[in-house]
């Protein structure tokens, strides 16, 4: 996991980088805590592994954050990631705070 500003973004947003060995409990700690200094939050996950970890953290983080009252989903959607080998697909999952 590496907490990175996003391209372009303001500084009340973060982008999470996810990987396959990301720790969920870890992750959804930090989507919590970004959620409560009130910041918009992405997750961008290259990877079936990496999706999965992303998705067992969001839930894991709806639980975190229901004990104060807020409610959490997300809305998916794809972006290009330069890397070494060459542009690859990646998924940014959008957190929502109803």
Request: net charge positive; glycine share 6%; charged share 15%.
């Amino acid at each position: 996991m590496s907490d990175t500003p996003a391209p372009g973004a303001d500084s009340n947003s973060v982008v999470l980088r996810v990987k396959s060995s990301s720790n969920a409990n870890a992750l959804a700690a930090a989507v919590s805590h970004a959620v409560y200094d009130g910041k918009d939050v992405s997750l961008r996950a290259i990877g079936a592994g990496a999706v999965n970890q992303a998705v067992k953290a969001l839930a894991i983080a709806q639980s975190f954050v229901a004990s104060r009252a807020i409610s959490l989903s997300f809305r998916a959607g794809f972006s290009e990631a330069k890397m070494p080998e060459g542009n690859v697909t990646a998924m940014v999952l959008k957190v929502l705070v109803d």
